[in-house]
């Protein structure tokens, strides 16, 4: 059996390296788009088993130690355009057919937030999810209660406008709900729900103790929930280029497994991957299975299970695999601005910091200034094709924001998660003196945004910000090339 195990696995990999196979998958991914017939002839085919083709060639790659960089680029992109296929699919029936009264159980989708003096809230149906925005009693019941908690309704389903569709498609909302009455009685699901929202109740709770501001933004920072940020906050850190701070990622998924690592260290090589996949889990919940927290956690997943393989997989080719993972079982995250914002961001981080930290540590620059500085840049461009095509904003004071905020930040999400949760079993009086410390990192990182806002050079100026630099950099690598062979 072990022979036949490795002839086969021989095998495998050299066809891993067979370019026919790169080409083949390019063509199955564009004949998933336009080849009408698998469409029309046999409907529930299309884009579906093309996914699932390429989800077993991503196994197979996976498996193999070495995979060919061109053959994961060739499957990346292929998913990418069958993941765009099935967005498609899904588009055309992300209208729901169901409108007219209803009254019965609901399972909330996510947690409500304040909505010009209501509650908004995504509410599931059947099977079907809906945007609800409470206002008066309805909405004073329903703002106690958290995603994946179940409470009785009574309202109308209808159709959503199709505008507003293009935000609400990404997150699988297919119509909207008009609530008349809530129940009192609720059910509080599964005991994973339980366990995610009690400590989340209870980070709300230790939050309690700052200032609103300050809570709302250590809630973002640690958990993502920005749900009560106001929004000249929300604007500040768009403007300073730190909105990445309060959207969960690998930073916080990374601290995450840092905190578990003594627990992890004492088991087995493959019960440490089993409680590394549920913590992973866990978190994800925690965090509400924001785009971003989700290609983070399917990275560390999966560096976890080469690891006891005892494979080394490159982070490009990891950031490579949970695309197309994520893509093939979502195929609306292509739409999702938060999912290209973080692989943009990670790819910024993978590709481009090591090559700028190499540089700098070619001009001498110290390491503790040149790794944070070329992990800044990185991540700013990255995201800046898609922050310029979104938001129509690349803020070059993000780079010095960044430097300022980020290490705090950092601090907040390492500390803030374990005191936050220390200071609910304290005294208020000794819970104010616990939290201290996380009240001056957090008004830290929002004074950095504030001040970056206000000093940020604006339209022609910003790109006259941009364009110094790269000058500055090029002058710089220049000079000090000139001096050393001088020299």
Not at 36 to 50: D, T
Request: aromatic share 10%; hydrophobic share 55%.
């Amino acid at each position: 059996m072990n022979q036949f195990y490795g002839v086969v696995s021989s095998k495998v990999r050299h066809k891993l390296h067979d370019h026919r196979l790169v080409l083949i998958a390019l063509l199955l991914s564009i004949a998933t788009r336009w080849w009408w017939i698998l469409a029309n002839v046999v409907p529930f085919l299309g884009h579906r088993i093309i996914s699932l083709l390429l989800a077993g060639t991503v196994i197979v790659a996976f498996a193999n130690s070495r995979p060919n960089r061109k053959f994961i680029i060739a499957v990346t992109m292929a998913t990418v355009i069958v993941g765009a296929s099935g967005a498609q699919d899904a588009w055309r029936h992300s209208s729901t057919e169901s409108i007219g009264p209803y009254r019965g159980p609901a399972l909330l989708r996510s947690d409500p937030e304040q909505f010009f003096g209501g509650q908004r809230v995504v509410l599931e149906v059947s099977g079907e999810r809906f945007e609800t925005v409470a206002y008066g009693s309805p909405a004073r019941r329903i703002r106690t209660r958290l995603m994946g908690e179940t409470v009785w309704i009574e309202g109308t389903r209808s159709r959503v406008r199709p505008d507003r569709m293009k935000w609400l498609a990404p997150r699988h909302v297919v119509g909207r709900l008009s609530l008349t009455s809530v129940s009192e009685q609720a059910s509080f699901g599964p005991p994973l729900f339980r366990s995610v929202n009690r400590i989340r109740r209870v980070l709300i709770h230790g939050a309690g103790v700052m200032p609103d501001a300050e809570a709302t933004l250590y809630l973002g920072l640690i958990i993502g929930d920005d749900r009560n940020q106001p929004e000249s906050m929300r604007n500040a850190f768009r403007s300073a280029g730190l909105s990445h701070l309060v959207a969960v990622s690998g930073q916080n998924v990374a601290f995450v497994l840092i905190a578990l690592g003594p627990l992890m260290r004492r088991l087995r090589t493959w019960w440490r991957l089993a409680a590394t996949v549920g913590a992973l889990v866990w978190f994800v919940l925690l965090t509400r299975i924001e785009p971003s927290v989700l290609r983070a956690a399917t990275m560390a997943a999966m560096s976890a299970f080469g690891f006891a393989r005892g494979l080394k997989v490159s982070p490009k080719n990891l950031l490579a695999f949970a695309v197309i993972v994520l893509i093939v079982v979502d195929p609306m995250l292509v739409w999702s601005i938060g999912f290209l914002m973080s692989v943009g961001a990670t790819t910024g981080l993978i590709g481009i910091a090591p090559i700028l930290s190499r540089e700098l540590m070619q001009l001498r620059v110290p390491v503790w200034f040149a790794q944070p500085l070329s992990i800044t840049i990185g991540a700013q461009l990255g995201v800046m094709p898609i922050s310029l095509v979104v938001f129509h904003s690349a803020p070059v004071i993000g780079i010095l924001a960044n430097l300022l905020a980020v290490p705090v930040a950092g601090f907040v999400m390492l500390a803030g998660l374990p005191l936050g949760l220390l200071s609910a079993a304290l005294p208020e009086q000794l819970t104010a003196f616990v939290m201290w410390p996380i009240v001056l990192a957090v008004r830290w990182v929002w004074w950095v945004a504030v001040i970056a806002e206000r000093v940020s050079p604006p339209g022609v100026f910003n790109c006259v910000g941009w364009v110094a630099v790269v000058v500055s950099a090029i002058a710089w690598r220049c000079y000090f090339r000139k001096r050393s062979a001088m020299c």
